[in-house]
């Protein structure tokens, strides 16, 4: 009876296993490439297309009887096609998955993609083609670019090179200054210099909490590069902490002129381009 119970338990078991994939037909694996949501692509090793999905064909706005047996290369029409960098192409020489960017030219309409191509085995372990999907990356890339964008209007707001006076350019600097920072200052105060012929630029540093010896070796840097320009650089704002740590790491700043405050390097300013500045009464 045991054994009974465990039979009619098996046979139970069975039935419900073919009744959850009788729904689904006989071929379900292609039934499931169908269906996903990006195109799937198989080319044998020839890059003769030997499937694409509905979604790939859907995409190129062709029908299979049109696409079937012709090069990938031909109808995808990619950057990469033909070319050392064609993923599917390395993947199918060297075995091994490869996943990387692309641009597919469609009509001429432009989509960026990301697409992945894998090899494909027989039942005997030879590679006979190669397995590709890819996914459209458009609105990835257009938010990549707003944040590009974001980013470098950020770095202008951080780094405002000002006008201050006839020939006289002022550089406000607040927070960290690291390498990156200091090539922005670089750009933005070498640019300004040439747009305006400016001949003192003042880099204020009472914004900065705390220099060390990387710091002052960008300002030393900065203070070199407008120099060559025919530009004189003031830097004020050095607090009694900073002059301090200064002088206790050994910095040098040659001879560049440097004051406590602001107002006391614009009257240096002044006084390097003759000009004289009077009270009105």
Sequence with gaps: MRHATLLNH?????????????DFGENLAQQ???????????????????????????????DWSEIEGRYCYDIM??????????????????????QTRNEINLNGRRIPIEYSATPFYNENGEIVGGLEYVVDITERVQA??????????????????????????????????????AKQMMNAM????????????????????????????????????????GCRCIISGISPA???????????????ATNSNLRDALADAFCQQNFEVRKVK
């Excluded at 670019?145 to 000002?162: D, F, G, H, V």
């Design 242 to 256: 900073v002059a301090e740590a200064l002088v206790q790491l050994g910095i040098d700043l040659g001879d560049v």
């Design 190 to 229: 070498l640019t300004k210099i040439k747009n305006v012929s400016a001949k003192t630029i003042i880099l204020d540093i009472q914004g900065v909490a705390a220099v060390d010896t990387a710091v002052a070796n960008h300002l030393i840097k900065i203070t070199k590069a407008t120099k060559l320009m």
């Design 144 to 181: 990549e670019k707003r944040m590009l964008e974001q980013s470098r209007t950020i770095q202008e707001i951080s780094t405002p090179a000002i006008s201050l006076w006839e020939g006289i350019v002022v550089l406000p600097i607040v927070g960290v200054v690291d390498s990156m920072r």
């Design 32 to 62: 499931v490439l169908e269906q996903i949501p990006t195109p799937v692509m198989a080319v044998n090793k020839n890059f003769q297309i030997v499937f694409l999905n509905a979604q790939g064909r859907s995409l190129l706005g062709m």
């Design 77 to 98: 029409n990619t950057q990469h096609c033909n070319t050392p960098d064609c993923c599917m192409r390395k993947a199918i020489a060297n075995g091994e998955q490869y």
């Design 10 to 22: 098996s046979d139970t078991q069975a039935g419900s296993t073919m009744k959850r994939y009788e």
